[in-house]
């Protein structure tokens, strides 16, 4: 058997894999077992932030990694302080949370806001408004906040107590904050997996100001849209809102696994010792490379990686088959005239690498990728588009 059809005899099926497998790369380029390159428009769903095999990144991992691998919690260690020293620098929050995965970071957030209430001597206030179309993760809790209903059909009785806002319709946010029983908003300021779609300002607006009047956590899922990829930070500073709470994850790890759950003041100490835990959570590894993306998303970093975008958004408005370009920064959502998975594979046969979300192409290149690898992509989609 092949690699292809061992995968499908011993893999769970989860995957709709592409018919690719990939072993090798560098930068922007990926390469399969036939030798065929790619140019990757994916990074592994907006977590290569620097690209495959970054040789920054690769000597920081590879260095604490002959150092001191894992401790578990029970010691201090330099690497995840380092980290969340610059997360909290960077964004006036006060203490972060380390887990594994966006998923976690999320099941952080929302134990935070439940015992933020039980607490305050509300734990009748214990329901997580999210947004519809939302994803939030795959954990039973994280599910039942993601607004989805597909993906809930399945896999019932979920966690009680989340309930899902209508998107910008703050007459329904106030509805439900109506009812009293609220502990927080967990919000992406752009849904990723719901099809790249930017929250209008003032309802992020209005949220923020709900939360405030009703002492709920406003808590902000910047697990896709953080770590530079809109060419902030985080997303949310290029709203008008502070969150109480954001998670964030994917590029954040640059490929290994981590979920950070950084908390402001309001509750920054909700958790105590006993509260909440992780074997490999703000594992020194990982946190080397962390480290190694943080210090170099400076902020003329970030203004190339506007640019970027902005290069990408004005070669795909108005161009002939592109119906909308949505997004910010480089995370971009094309809505095309022909169907999102056809372009995909068509872009796949000319050498590179795309996602969709929802009913739209998706774009999530590397932050680094240098401006021709840009162009050339940008033409091959630009080609399939108008077909
Ligand atoms: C990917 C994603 C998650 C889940 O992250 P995992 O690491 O897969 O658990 C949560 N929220 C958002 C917005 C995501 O894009």
Same mark, same amino acid.
């Given at each position: ?63 604490q990694?002959?150092t001191l691998q894992h401790t578990s919690n029970l010691y201090y260690t330099s690497p995840c302080v380092e980290v969340a ?10 203490k972060v949370f380390f887990g594994n995965?966006?998923?976690e970071?999320?099941?952080c ?143 954040? %790890?640059? #490929? &290994?696994? !981590? @979920? ?7 509750? /920054?100490? *909700?958790l105590k010792a006993g509260d909440h835990g992780s074997t490999f959570g703000g594992n020194p590894v990982v946190c ?38 949505? %997004?910010? #920064? &480089?995370? !971009? @959502? ?7 998975? /056809?372009? *995909? ?43």
């Amino acid at each position: 058997m092949n690699l292809q059809e061992l995968d499908r005899e011993f893999i769970a099926g989860t995957y709709a894999r592409f018919p690719v497998t990939l072993v090798s790369g560098k930068g922007s380029i990926v390469k399969d077992d036939t030798g065929k390159e790619y140019i990757d428009f994916g990074c592994g769903i907006a977590v290569t932030a620097f690209g495959i095999a970054d040789d920054e990144w690769v000597s920081a991992v590879t260095s604490q990694l002959n150092t001191l691998q894992h401790t578990s919690n029970l010691y201090y260690t330099s690497p995840c302080v380092e980290v969340a020293k610059r997360l909290c620098e960077r964004t006036g929050m006060k203490k972060v949370f380390f887990g594994n995965s966006g998923a976690e970071a999320n099941e952080c957030a929302i134990k935070i806001a439940r015992k933020y209430q039980s607490d305050a001597g509300h734990p009748e206030k214990h329901v997580i408004l999210t947004i519809e179309n939302s994803f939030h993760g795959r954990t039973l809790t994280t599910l039942a906040a993601t607004g989805q209903e597909h993906y809930h059909e399945l896999f019932q009785p979920l966690t009680p107590g989340f309930s899902h806002i209508r998107r910008n319709d703050m007459d329904h946010a106030r509805q439900l904050f109506s009812n009293g029983n609220v502990a927080g908003v967990l919000v992406e300021c752009i849904q990723g997996e719901g099809g790249v779609i930017t929250m209008d300002p003032a309802f992020l607006k209005g949220l923020s100001e709900l939360c405030l009047e009703n002492d709920a956590l406003l808590m902000v899922d910047e697990v896709q849209t953080g770590n530079g990829r809109t060419g902030t930070l985080y997303a949310w500073q290029q709203f008008d809102i502070v969150p109480d709470v954001f998670t964030t994850a994917k590029g954040l %790890g640059g #490929g &290994l696994p !981590i @979920g950070a759950c950084v908390i402001g003041q309001k509750a /920054e100490n *909700v958790l105590k010792a006993g509260d909440h835990g992780s074997t490999f959570g703000g594992n020194p590894v990982v946190c080397a490379g962390a480290v190694s993306i943080l210090d170099r998303m400076t902020e003329d970093f970030l203004a190339s990686v506007r640019e970027k975008g902005e290069f990408l958004r004005s070669a795909f408005t108005g161009a002939p088959g592109i119906e909308d370009v949505s %997004g910010m #920064g &480089l995370m !971009i @959502g094309l809505k095309t005239v022909r169907n999102a998975g /056809e372009i *995909v594979t068509e872009c796949r046969e000319k050498g590179l690498l795309l996602l969709t979300a929802k009913d739209r192409v998706r774009l999530l290149p590397a932050l680094n990728i240098p401006t021709e690898l840009l162009s050339r992509a940008a033409e091959i989609i630009l080609e399939a588009c108008k077909n």
